[in-house]
């Protein structure tokens, strides 16, 4: 169970600052017209991808943007999630480095990266104490405050960890909060907390690794539950959401596999 929130700690908890790196070339930007096609032509890949892209054309005008050098930094830390290769660490490391170096002093970003970073590396003792340097600059920062929920739940802190996160919660309630909450709220034994939490994140996202998350753990709660029809609606949902998704055909399998089902192919969007 504790595996659920590492993943939280990558996939949740960096969703802030993916979207805050899109945000902030948008409104950075200079209004160039090869700037913009280049811009939109990325946005057509995937959120994550247009999120590096878009720091690394405001960093070809800007370099000493130490923001964005945070940004991209805690960018790379979810490409290393997504694409399971490791070297995006170090480039993590290098772009939060180069943001530090430029900015040592009040660098609040730059130390929450690093505490992302520090999660995904299993380092959770460095991770608390990069988000309470965090923290202390900036008290607001509902990144730090997730990335030290999830440090504090990992090194079994779960009071500490539920202050946290309801520090996290009050700043901004939303997906990355959410999902927390959900977390926390199962280990706690309070199932029912947990769902709800898990449809409220729902809420507020469509399509993408937001809705993916949230239907995976959905099903598996269910599942736990022994309701195998409301964990295969759920998996079915979010595999009509993104299809493909490994986690989420996963959970089908096993749904599956409970019912005494064997798994076939039907058709090109179901490998079953």
């Keep these: 169970m504790r595996t659920r929130t590492a993943v939280s700690a990558v996939v949740a908890g960096v969703l802030f600052l993916l979207v805050a790196v899109a945000a902030f070339y948008t409104a950075s930007v200079d209004q160039d017209a090869t700037a913009q096609q280049a811009a939109a032509s990325v946005a057509e890949v995937d959120p994550l991808t ?44 290098g772009a939060l480095q180069e943001s530090l170096a430029l900015r040592p002093d009040g660098n609040d970003a730059a130390l929450t990266g690093q505490g992302a970073l520090a999660n995904a590396r299993h380092d959770f003792a460095a991770a608390a104490d990069l988000s309470g340097q965090a923290l202390a600059i900036n008290a607001y920062n509902a990144t730090a405050w997730g990335v030290l929920t999830d440090a504090r739940t990992q090194l079994g802190d779960y009071a500490g960890a539920t202050d946290a996160l309801q520090e996290m ?5 939303g997906l990355a909060s959410f999902t927390r909450a959900s977390y926390d709220a199962e280990l706690h034994g309070d199932l029912a907390g947990a ?10 996202t469509q399509g993408g690794s937001g809705e993916a998350y949230c239907r995976t753990y959905l099903g598996a709660l269910a599942f736990a539950a022994g309701d195998l029809e409301e964990a295969s609606a759920q998996y079915d949902a979010g595999l009509d959401a993104v299809p493909g998704d490994t986690s989420l055909l996963l959970g089908r399998a096993r749904v599956l596999a ?15």
């Design 50 to 93: 247009a999120s590096i892209e878009a720091a690394q054309l405001r960093l070809e005008d800007v370099p000493g943007d130490y923001t964005t050098w945070a940004q991209l930094g805690s960018a790379y830390v979810e490409q290393a999630r997504v694409t399971a290769d490791p070297s995006y660490y170090d480039r993590a490391e």
């Design 169 to 173: 919660l009050a700043l901004r309630p």
């Design 258 to 272: 409970a019912q005494g089902r064997s798994i076939r192919r039907c058709g090109p969007s179901r490998p079953w």
């Design 195 to 204: 769902r709800s939490a898990l449809e409220q994140a729902l809420g507020t």
